[in-house]
């Protein structure tokens, strides 16, 4: 290995001073603590299960609709609600909102 054109580096303790843990004088704040704890307890936790809608009320609404030959694009043009929130309610991923739930089925009742 003569081509080598730099030398090797050797690291090695600095004497007896080196083994001694270092102090630190930074104080935490007691507020950032109890935060830093909150923040380990909520990452270990399962995040809270969101609420359905159940089967029964997904099949009530179904009917209801189909009943009344609405399509679920009229559906949510007539009630002004984002595009796919009757088809989502309808398979189930919709979180649960009990005022929605019933002014669609207020809705298709009258009609």
């Known amino acids: 290995m003569s081509f080598q054109d730099w030398k090797p580096v050797v690291l090695s303790k600095m004497g007896a001073s080196a083994s001694k843990p270092i102090k630190s004088t930074i104080s935490v704040d007691p507020k950032v603590k109890q935060a830093n704890a909150l923040d380990a307890y909520n990452a270990e936790a399962p995040p809270p299960k969101k ?58 009742s009258k009609t």
Request: hydrophobic share 30%; charged share 35%; net charge positive.
């Open 51 to 108: 609420e359905t809608i159940t089967t029964e009320e997904k099949k009530e609404l179904t009917q209801l609709r189909l009943l009344k030959k609405i399509t679920q694009e009229d559906l949510n043009k007539k009630l002004q609600l984002p595009k796919d929130t009757i088809k989502t309610i309808e398979n189930g991923t919709h979180v649960k909102n009990k005022a929605l739930f019933h002014k669609i089925k207020q809705f298709l």
